[in-house]
């Protein structure tokens, strides 16, 4: 399946295509959009489709705009449909995310709450664009936490890696890169942003697991 943010709407307004079994409206760039900072044209155009949406919210974004939104997106309140993107540091992510959650339970929303936690970047000295792995595991528990508190569902999280090992992250158990190596294997550029290497990845997979086991009441792996 693919996704993408819906950033160029006359492109994704020519690939609109109606399905003739159904008579639904679906955009066929892609399985699922992604939304970010949405006008009033962008969600005209996106309440027309049928496609499973993704829709991200930030610090900026208060209780009031997020159930606005989600009745222009899903005014039938259906279930897998949209999705909400959490894009928060750790810190903002447990004073804000809370009230937006509350918000969805008290009018009964039905969305699917993913984590988003590779959103922001740094710099090293000699000029190459970063993520740190700390931060990201850090955001990544503070969105399991919000949401074991709130009695609500971690429905997912968004990742940028590769199987490769490069040298774009830094941080890690067991991985060596750092701000002084990471030239060292290093293929990210203005259009592809630092992805985590396969050990970084499958950590990060192992520690999403052990907090689902937790949630579920079952044994830690072994």
């Not at 279930?79 to 903002?92: N, Q, T, W």
Request: aromatic share 6%.
């Amino acid at each position: 399946f693919t996704a993408h943010d819906c950033d160029l709407l006359p492109i994704e307004e020519a690939l609109t295509r109606k399905d003739s079994t159904t008579g639904k409206t679906y955009d066929c760039s892609a399985h699922m959009l992604f939304i970010k900072d949405p006008s009033a044209v962008d969600l005209e155009f996106i309440r027309g489709i049928n496609n499973p949406l993704g829709l991200k919210v930030t610090t900026g974004t208060t209780p009031e705009q997020l159930l606005d939104h989600i009745d222009t997106l899903n005014p039938l309140n259906v279930g897998g449909k949209l999705s909400i993107v959490v894009r928060m540091d750790a810190e903002s992510m447990r004073e804000h995310l809370p009230g937006l959650i509350r918000a969805t339970q008290r009018q009964n929303k039905c969305v699917l709450w993913l984590a988003d936690p590779m959103v922001y970047l740094e710099v090293t000295p000699d000029g190459h664009r970063i993520r740190d792995f700390d931060k990201i595991r850090s955001e990544l528990r503070a969105f399991f936490d919000v949401h074991e508190d709130m009695g609500s569902h971690p429905g997912g999280v968004r990742l940028e890696m590769t199987g490769k090992s490069v040298t774009e992250c830094v941080g890690g158990e067991g991985c060596d890169v750092t701000e002084e190596n990471v030239k060292d294997n290093y293929y990210a550029s203005p259009g592809c942003d630092p992805r985590l290497n396969g050990n970084q990845a499958v950590e990060l997979a192992f520690l999403v697991a052990e907090r689902m086991r937790k949630r579920a009441g079952l044994k830690p792996i072994q």
